[in-house]
């Protein structure tokens, strides 16, 4: 299998064209094919010589998955799936070893969102996930592998809006602070001069709160972060979301007001809504405490019901209450709208599945 030259950097990329035969500077002008051209494949790369794009293509690909299924939703919401590319050259990276048979069979989705003149991506980071949130279709499949940097930029470029896309979002399949090293690396690709060339307030983070990574991403990154809160209250938090017995959401919040948010960088904070669970004044009142003095947004999310788990959907009379209390206690809060939903590319509802 050849090695894949995407989720390399200029520096990485000028050694693979030593060590092909080729002089150093065209590492450089790989770096400009792969992130500002996006080119398919070597042989596109023009401005290198014939045969030095066949020594390359001798060990190397570009590494551009193209999706094996795209469908539009009728708010104009496309969801791409794609094949996972996983090999033993670290595209899976160090963290997690797992069956490569069963990754032959996994996939990954990507969801494009348009809205006005903006064209946002939610990318994966990971083929399923290891945090178990009991209401996300994503968690409840269980873990299969990190992607690697290469299969996560790949979703940019294969995408048939990558050269329209204005923002991204890494809230698709996968927790991106458990894969920190590749996701780390593709957004310095996204963010440098040399690759994508974004202003980092074009890119979202979102974790249920890893703490450990999380602390190197606000100290690493300057993009923004969302925070999947969904309920204020440790125990009642547990109870959908395991995560909460490892990373307190009280420890995570104290870790984020050590940053400064006051400027161009922004923290949110998700909340899915359900109906008797967590959509009460308590509950409200209970928020507005734990994120007192926080410059913050708090996100209301409308829950998509999924098989087998016991809560349903908040009333939007309902929500709008809870966000109006919100507001009236100084907490900016916004109902965010459901996009996707008639495809499941709606928030919970990445599962990897594809039609047989």
């Given at each position: 299998?050849?090695?894949?030259?995407?989720?390399?950097?200029p520096?990485?990329?000028?050694?693979?064209?030593?060590?092909?035969?080729?002089?150093?500077?065209?590492?450089?002008?790989?770096a400009?094919?792969?992130?500002?051209?996006?080119?398919?494949?070597?042989?596109?790369?023009?401005n290198?010589?014939?045969?030095?794009?066949?020594?390359?293509?001798?060990?190397?690909?570009?590494?551009?998955?193209?999706?094996?299924?795209?469908?539009?939703?009728?708010?104009?919401?496309?969801?791409y799936?794609?094949?996972?590319?996983?090999?033993?050259?670290?595209?899976?990276?160090?963290?997690?070893?797992?069956?490569?048979?069963?990754?032959?069979?996994?996939a990954?989705?990507?969801?494009?969102?348009?809205?006005?003149?903006?064209?946002?991506?939610?990318?994966?980071?990971?083929?399923?996930?290891?945090?178990?949130?009991?209401?996300?279709?994503?968690?409840?499949?269980?873990?299969?592998?990190?992607?690697?940097?290469?299969?996560i930029?790949?979703?940019?470029?294969?995408?048939?809006?990558?050269?329209?896309?204005?923002?991204?979002?890494?809230?698709?399949?996968?927790?991106?602070?458990?894969?920190?090293?590749?996701?780390?690396?593709?957004?310095?690709?996204?963010?440098?001069?040399?690759?994508?060339?974004?202003?980092?307030?074009?890119?979202?983070?979102?974790?249920?709160?890893?703490?450990?990574?999380?602390?190197?991403?606000?100290?690493e990154?300057?993009?923004?972060?969302?925070?999947?809160?969904?309920?204020?209250?440790?125990?009642?938090?547990?109870?959908?979301?395991?995560?909460e017995?490892?990373?307190?959401?009280?420890?995570?919040?104290?870790?984020?007001?050590?940053?400064?948010?006051?400027?161009?960088?922004?923290?949110?904070?998700?909340y899915?809504?359900?109906?008797?669970?967590?959509?009460?004044?308590r509950?409200?009142?209970?928020?507005?405490?734990?994120?007192?003095?926080?410059?913050?947004?708090?996100?209301?999310i409308?829950?998509?019901?999924?098989?087998?788990?016991?809560?349903?959907?908040?009333?939007?009379?309902?929500?709008?209450?809870?966000?109006?209390?919100?507001?009236?206690?100084?907490?900016?809060?916004?109902?965010?709208?459901?996009?996707?939903?008639?495809?499941?590319?709606?928030?919970?509802?990445?599962?990897?599945?594809?039609?047989?």
């Amino acid at each position: 299998m050849k090695k894949k030259l995407l989720g390399k950097t200029p520096t990485e990329l000028k050694d693979i064209a030593v060590s092909c035969g080729l002089p150093a500077f065209t590492g450089k002008q790989i770096a400009q094919w792969l992130y500002v051209k996006r080119v398919r494949s070597i042989e596109e790369m023009t401005n290198l010589s014939k045969t030095g794009r066949a020594r390359l293509a001798e060990e190397y690909e570009v590494g551009v998955t193209a999706p094996i299924d795209v469908q539009t939703s009728i708010d104009g919401t496309r969801k791409y799936l794609f094949p996972v590319t996983c090999t033993h050259d670290g595209a899976l990276g160090a963290i997690e070893s797992v069956t490569p048979g069963k990754l032959e069979t996994a996939a990954i989705e990507a969801v494009m969102i348009p809205d006005d003149d903006r064209k946002t991506l939610c990318v994966s980071s990971q083929s399923g996930c290891k945090m178990g949130c009991h209401f996300c279709m994503t968690g409840r499949q269980g873990f299969h592998g990190h992607l690697s940097a290469a299969d996560i930029i790949s979703q940019f470029l294969a995408v048939d809006e990558t050269f329209e896309l204005t923002n991204t979002v890494f809230m698709g399949m996968g927790e991106p602070l458990d894969n920190w090293e590749n996701v780390r690396r593709a957004i310095e690709i996204l963010t440098a001069d040399w690759g994508f060339g974004w202003s980092p307030k074009r890119v979202t983070l979102s974790t249920i709160g890893v703490i450990p990574n999380l602390r190197r991403y606000l100290d690493e990154s300057r993009c923004h972060l969302a925070v999947s809160l969904h309920d204020p209250f440790p125990d009642e938090r547990e109870s959908i979301m395991p995560v909460e017995k490892g990373y307190h959401i009280r420890d995570v919040i104290d870790l984020i007001r050590q940053y400064d948010f006051t400027g161009q960088r922004r923290v949110s904070f998700e909340y899915t809504m359900f109906s008797g669970f967590n959509d009460t004044k308590r509950h409200a009142d209970a928020i507005v405490q734990l994120l007192k003095g926080l410059e913050c947004r708090v996100n209301l999310i409308r829950f998509h019901k999924i098989p087998d788990f016991p809560y349903s959907t908040t009333s939007t009379a309902m929500m709008e209450a809870f966000r109006d209390r919100l507001t009236r206690s100084g907490i900016t809060a916004t109902i965010r709208a459901s996009r996707g939903e008639d495809i499941f590319a709606a928030c919970g509802l990445l599962a990897g599945a594809h039609k047989q």
